[in-house]
């Protein structure tokens, strides 16, 4: 019970589900004054390739979202079986079409298919995901451009909740090129949110623990469930959890449930702020790549 | 006389100039191997705007090391007056150019020129500095591109001096898009050299003298004469200094001398491996941009 009441008293929920929400009516207040003075709305398309459950699980997601604000979106569906010349002839289609403002290619894509192929055949102009390597050096130079959505979620969460960052100390545990390799050029730049004193750690960092318990804010992007506990933190601390895994969950109807990287139970009693999993940093992203379209119709 | 002692005993200087001359002996041979199979040797290109001491230094030691392993240079000399039209317009003639490689516009540029503007407007399989941001964006997604040139030669000295890199904790010291951020990229990639647990610091950054105690490796790049003193770093750290600060000094003819941004007496005594200013970072810089060269005439 203790714990229970530490939670109401210490911790702020950086509620990514809110947010969102909050941040869908204004790009929804945006297309409706775009509409009403005679110009389409921003369209969205996306690719989705195979049957992967959880990818179909996104792409849906993101085409509601589109609903919502909306946008006019097209879902393009293709069998796993689609051959790497099929699916660069759609692309190539979508780079030409002028009325497709962006779009995104759903990852991961089947086995034999050469993912980097597609990535670098995209028009950087149309890439609303940020993952082309003109956004990232874009982003790295504090160019505009796309940012990449999740990295732009958490930014954006951050400055919603109006966190302290200048000269924190800021911890991105996992460097993946989609998300913690990009938060950390951001979490750096003299701006804000950002002017953090940034550490990369990774499979490879000796004395994690000690490196963690420094951190001012964490940001977990690993992709193991629970990984980070209460005994890795230090009080007050900011935990932003990107982890989104499937663990088997008998308990429930779909037979898993999804599961952070972060022991939220005890970790949230010793953080300031925290994001839940799921309502955290997944509606962030989603919200993100509804404002990077905006930005490309625009 | 102690302390002397204690260099030679426990310290091994980073020879860049050594080293570099090593990497340009390889060039030659690769050079002179491809001449006699009747390809054209590499050729590099360097436009130079105004009259800025530096930028004329560092362009004549460019130009020289080309000639010394058999590249063809062009140097390409424009009065501070002309117009950003007219620069673009020798940027475009370059790109369509098939006689040249790779080339290099000198920065800075007079303040009447947008250097961004120059920067986008260079053909990024010629940008063999590696500034382009398709370039650096690849450099983050570990795709094949041209690294810049600085951040190259730093990496390329802690390989050929066998440093271990795998755990180490690197502090960059410096956030610069031309080497702090892509330097801290380049170290935690999973590669060698490499997977470090790299933090980037910087003016905002706080404490941080202890943050540079807790360094196995520093790359110190943010051009404060001798900023770095021996009481900020831990015995056995490895050193790499980015600066080439002009520090007035009478004694020389040439009025200035050129320091680096570490207290190379003072921290030498507590560093297993440290680079010299001048004589460290600097030749390899110049190395890197004949091996991107050589790469891109390939």
């Known amino acids: 019970m203790c714990s229970v009441i530490q939670i109401f008293e210490f911790m702020t929920l950086l509620d990514g589900l809110t947010t969102a929400q909050t941040i869908k009516k204004r790009i929804q207040t945006e297309v409706a004054e775009r509409v009403s003075v005679g110009k389409r709305p921003p369209h969205l398309a996306a690719v989705l390739v195979g049957d992967n459950g959880a990818s179909q699980t996104y792409v849906t997601a993101k085409v509601k979202a589109c609903e919502e604000v909306g946008f006019k979106s097209t879902l393009i569906q293709r069998e796993a079986e689609i051959t790497e010349q099929e699916l660069l002839k759609i692309v190539h289609d979508l780079n030409e079409n002028p009325e497709i403002d962006g779009y995104i290619v759903q990852l991961p894509l089947p086995k034999h298919i050469n993912e980097l192929h597609i990535l670098l055949a995209i028009d950087p102009s149309k890439d609303v995901d940020g993952f082309h390597p003109e956004n990232v050096g874009k982003m790295a130079l504090n160019l505009p451009g796309f940012l990449p959505a999740t990295p732009y979620g958490i930014i ?17 545990l996992g460097r993946s090129s989609i998300v913690g390799l990009p938060v950390s050029i951001l979490l750096q730049r ?16 000796k004395n994690l623990k000690s490196v963690l318990q420094s951190a001012d804010i964490i940001i977990a992007a690993i992709g193991k469930p629970a990984f980070v506990t209460a005994d890795m933190v230090k009080e007050g601390v900011v935990v932003v959890d990107v982890g989104i895994t499937r663990v088997p969950d008998d308990s429930r109807k779909s037979g898993f449930r999804i599961s952070g990287d972060v022991d939220f139970q005890g970790v949230s009693v010793k953080s300031s702020f925290i994001t839940p999993v799921p309502g955290g940093v997944g509606p962030m992203t989603i919200a993100s790549l509804l404002l990077n ?6």
Chains 1, 2 share one sequence.
């Open 156 to 172: 954006t969460l951050l400055k919603e909740y109006g966190i302290e960052t200048e000269g924190k100390h800021c911890v991105v």
């Open 190 to 205: 003299n701006t804000y949110p950002g002017n953090c004193t940034v550490t990369i750690a990774h499979s490879k960092t």
């Open 293 to 298: 379209t905006l930005q490309a119709a625009k």
